[in-house]
Structure formats: C-alpha cells, structure tokens
C-alpha cells in the first residue's frame, strides 16, 4: 500500500471514528429511556436529553479541534490552562443545558424552582451531568493526542528515511568515480612535484572519506562540518589551480552548535561542479557564517544556462536536501536560489533555536 492510500485509509477510519461517537452520542439518551421505561410503546422526544447531546458533542469537539491543541499540545504542557478552560466550559454547558431544556418544555430552568428538600436530588443530577461531561472531555484528548502521536511517529519515520536517502545521495554526488579518478591523479602527480602536498592531498581525501562513510549519527558540532568542507575545497583547489577560490569561514562563538552532517555538502558539490564548467573567469564563492541566531550558507558560482548540466535548482542533491531541511527544521530552515547574469547563487538560512 503507497503513502497516499494509507493516508486515505487513516482519514477515512478518523471519519468513521467520530461518526460513530456522534451516532452512539445521540442514541444513548434514547438508549437510557428505553431501559428507565421498559413498558414504553413508542419513541417519545426528551427535549433536555438531546440539548444535553447537543453541548456535549460542542465540549468534545472545542477540546478536539482548539483547547487541547492549544493547552496540553504545546511545549510546556499547559495542563492548569487545560483544567480551568474545561471547569469553566462544564459550569456554562450545566447552566444552558438547564436553562435551553426548561425553555423548550415551556418551565422555568431546574434551578429556579428547585425545592429545599429536593437540593440533594437536584445536586446529584448536576454531578451525573458533570461527570459525563468530563468523560467526554477524557476522550476527546485520548483521541486528539493519540491522533497528534501518530503523526509524529509518522514524522520521524519520514525523517529516518530522508536522512537515509540524502546521504545515499551525497555519496552518489561525492564519491563518483570522476570525482575520485580526478583527485587521485592529482595526488598521483603531486608525489613528484611535491611529496609534501601529495601526503596532505591523501590525509584530506581519507578524512572526506572517512567523514561521509563512517558518520552514522543525528547531529555534529558545525565545526566539524565546516572542517569537512574544508578539506573538500582544499582538495578541489588541488584540481582547478586556474580558478579563483574565494572561501570564508565565520562561526563565532557557535562552532560547538550542533547540525545535521553533510547538510551543506549539496551546495558546496554543485558550485564546483558547475561553476568550473563555464569558460569564464568568475570565482566561486562560499561562505558559511554562525551567530547566536542564524547559521548561513552562502554559494556563488557562474553557470551556462541552456546545456546538459542545467539542472541546479531542481536536481536529486538539492531536492532531497530541501526536504531534509522541511522534516528536521520545518519552518526555521530556508533554501534560496537566484540565478541572475549567468551567477548561480544559493544561500541556506538556519534559524537557531535558543
């Protein structure tokens, strides 16, 4: 079964859920009479039972749809607001149950002509009232957060297999064989002309490997993944000598701040691999920079629109990593691309989370 019939399938059983918590809502009063009055030979309209369907449906769905969402569904668990919203939400539906079912049977609401002697009687159908609301009340959040609990879990298991197949793609994007046939031979020419370099160009190229291979964790400290690209662009200047190289590094007092790894890796590859193919002389520029609120990417690169290699804002790199940033930072993650005079310019915008 594909992503969007499960989907189908799990509104259709929400639907059907509700449906039949309205039905059995509304026949329980009926139900109720039914058994009090065995001898009952037809169905007789209690105006006060169906009122008092009608306001709890009313508890259950502001609970459903606002108060839980709002209260005991957001970080910090506001479960005083929780109470005191539905203490008051009780007092006011046991008031206009009272006052709507006198109305419609043409009496005065219970309260007002209720006898000394029949306070006790009239407390009790009050509390048989009250607790049946806060039964519904009960079900309303154990199925509003049973509900929100499936979506996270559905959330982190999107998340899962996103991280998963981005770094399947960075491997796919890094390690190609062009990629690794041109850096060895760069090392393998360096080992005449510069011993020294060549053994730097090896100890970069097995920390990149190492990095990308053996990495298997959430998050690192951006100081590791500035170093990886480091390393990365020092390799790539070994490979184009004739290219001005313009990098820049600046994280403050963040680089111990904590980030997905290889999540800048895609920009990086593509100015590269698409900035050293025109014939002009334009640099390629990247930039990532750290403050106490925002982490930034910045790449700029030119490009030759109209040819193969064209694909830049729309490949597999830069597709599954929008979606990565979508499922691990939601709204607090940007990706932008512009393309103006033949310049390539990306730039990702992390908003911090103090």
Known sequence: MDTQSTSRCRRFVNVLVHL????????????????????????????????????LIVVFYLNYFII????????????????LINLLLIIVGLVLSDIISGW????????????????????????????????????SV????????RDIERSNQDLIAAQRTIELANLKSQLNPHFLFNTLNTIY???DISPDDAKKAVHRLSALLRYMLYEDVKYVALRRETDFITDYVDLMKLRIADREIKFDIDLGDNADREIPPLLFVPLVENAFKYGISASDN?????????????ITCTTSNSFIPGTKTDKTASGIGLSNLRRRLALIYGANATL???????????????????
């Open 20 to 55: 039949l918590f309205i039905v059995i809502i509304f026949v329980l009063p009926e139900l109720v009479m039914a058994i009090a009055m065995p001898h009952r030979r037809q169905f007789v309209f209690y105006p006060g039972l169906y009122v008092k369907t009608l306001i």
């Open 68 to 83: 839980i969402d709002r209260t005991i569904g957001r970080k910090g668990r506001r479960i005083w607001s929780f109470l």
């Open 142 to 149: 154990a199925l509003r957060l049973s509900t929100k609990w």
């Open 336 to 354: 932008r691309i512009t393309c103006r005079d033949h310049i390539y310019r990306a730039k990702l915008t992390i908003l911090l989370d103090n």
């Open 189 to 191: 020419a360096l080992v």
């Open 104 to 139: 419609l049977s043409s009496n005065p609401p219970r309260w007002s002509r209720t006898k000394h002697n029949s306070l006790l009687k009239y407390a009790s159908f009050l509390l048989r009232d009250g607790v049946t609301m806060l039964l519904v009340i009960g079900l």
């Open 282 to 294: 334009v640099p390629v520029e990247i930039s990532i920079k750290a403050d106490d609120k925002v």
